[in-house]
């Protein structure tokens, strides 16, 4: 059907690839998920199927259909869990990333796994999906694991 478009929130955000400069741009998430309230996150996103995302870039206002596989990271504005429920069950962990690209990325993951599960290590392998999120005190980094040559633990 041409022209038909689910709804959207456009998010400012900073995208790294595996070539190039990283670029200030926008991205676009559902206004709506059928899992949780409010619209969906960046996180939910990257970790769609979806091959690709559109990302429009600031200094030039076109839109880029981006490889996920070729995205090492997506920062947005810092986006805190404000679920209390969530929040009282999740344990925080510093960790350091080192990527393939040479960047160093230090800053705080909320781990929600079983305490028999409480370390680093867990976290990192707990999940099938491509992308996570670390957060820093500016922004949260959703971060490509492809892409992460070591991860040093800061706790």
Same mark, same amino acid.
């Given at each position: 059907?041409?022209?038909?478009?689910?709804?959207?929130?456009?998010?400012?955000?900073?995208?790294?690839?595996?070539?190039?400069?990283?670029?200030?741009?926008?991205?676009?998430?559902? +206004?709506?998920?059928?899992?949780?309230?409010?619209?969906?996150?960046?996180?939910?996103?990257?970790?769609?199927?979806?091959?690709?995302?559109?990302?429009?870039?600031?200094?030039?206002?076109?839109?880029?259909?981006?490889?996920?596989?070729?995205?090492? +990271?997506?920062?947005?504005?810092?986006?805190?869990?404000?679920?209390?429920?969530?929040?009282? +069950?999740?344990?925080?962990?510093?960790?350091?990333?080192?990527?393939?690209?040479?960047?160093?990325?230090?800053?705080?993951?909320?781990?929600?796994?079983?305490?028999?599960?409480?370390?680093?290590?867990?976290?990192?392998? +707990?999940?099938?999906?491509?992308?996570?999120?670390?957060?820093?005190?500016?922004?949260?980094?959703?971060?490509?694991?492809?892409?992460?040559?070591?991860?040093?633990?800061?706790?």
């Amino acid at each position: 059907m041409p022209g038909f478009q689910l709804p959207s929130t456009a998010l400012p955000a900073r995208l790294t690839l595996t070539h190039g400069r990283p670029r200030a741009g926008t991205i676009y998430v559902g +206004a709506r998920v059928p899992h949780h309230d409010g619209p969906e996150t960046p996180l939910e996103m990257l970790n769609r199927r979806d091959a690709f995302f559109p990302f429009r870039a600031a200094d030039d206002g076109k839109v880029l259909l981006v490889a996920k596989r070729q995205t090492i +990271a997506l920062a947005v504005d810092r986006a805190p869990i404000t679920d209390p429920d969530r929040l009282s +069950a999740a344990r925080e962990l510093r960790l350091e990333l080192v990527l393939d690209n040479g960047a160093k990325l230090a800053g705080r993951v909320t781990m929600e796994l079983p305490e028999h599960q409480s370390r680093p290590l867990d976290y990192l392998n +707990a999940a099938p999906e491509p992308f996570f999120a670390i957060t820093t005190d500016e922004s949260t980094h959703y971060v490509n694991r492809a892409h992460v040559l070591f991860v040093r633990p800061r706790d």
